[in-house]
């Protein structure tokens, strides 16, 4: 059974239930899986999390976030010619420059459960920065993409792309305006970010 059933399905004890059990000082932390670890992360990071069962619930989802935010009319910045394929039925106006773009819909490499961030490259931004690219961002991810570290991470990208490893290699990570008291976020680029995830596995 996925775990995401646990966070939209049958409801079970809650990790702060299970965290406040009396346990004793020897006793091994808890050990959360990737994916709800994952879960916790991008959402305290401020990203907007959708997790679709099948390909119908991620059009469906799309679907109303282009409503929700008029995109339906708008530029849509798209580097990956599979997505644009994928979801060729929403007659999305592509263009390629970044600037006239309300919004750019790609994949990632993969998802950092650790920090909640996600893993791209050079196959979804080319070599473009973080700050070239439109403010709202929709990411199609599966849940088989999944990783606990940035290491492995980057050990994936090296074992998938073994005769020639991307260049611009990146993780997104703040999904909301940076506070300017948070010194770790200082300088980086916000985006407002859509996950559509969907279970594979």
Not at 22 to 29: L, Q, V
Not at 53 to 74: A, P, S
Not at 169 to 188: N, P, R, V, W
Request: glycine letters at 4%; hydrophobic letters at 35%; a negative charge.
């Amino acid at each position: 059974m996925s775990l995401f059933k646990k966070f939209f399905g049958q409801k079970k004890d809650s990790l702060e239930d299970i965290q406040n059990e009396e346990r004793g000082k020897y006793m091994p932390d808890i050990k959360i899986p990737f994916d709800e670890q994952f879960t916790i992360n991008f959402k305290a990071n401020g990203g907007k999390f959708l997790y679709c069962e099948n390909t119908n619930e991620v059009n469906q989802n799309l679907e109303h976030i282009l409503e929700e935010n008029d995109w339906n009319d708008k530029n849509v910045f798209l580097h990956d010619e599979r997505l644009a394929e994928k979801f060729k039925k929403f007659n999305l106006t592509l263009s390629k420059s970044p600037s006239e773009c309300a919004y750019f819909l790609t994949t990632c490499e993969f998802l950092i459960a650790n920090d909640g961030s996600l893993l791209i490259s050079s196959n979804q931004i080319a070599e473009m920065k973080l700050f070239e690219l439109p403010s709202n961002f929709i990411i199609f991810a599966t849940t088989s993409q999944f990783v606990e570290t940035i290491s492995e991470g980057l050990r994936g990208i090296k074992n998938k792309n073994k005769d020639k490893i991307p260049s611009n290699i990146t993780t997104i990570k703040h999904f909301k305006a940076c506070d300017d008291k948070d010194f770790l976020s200082y300088g980086s680029s916000s985006k407002n970010l859509y996950l559509l995830l969907l279970e594979d596995l």
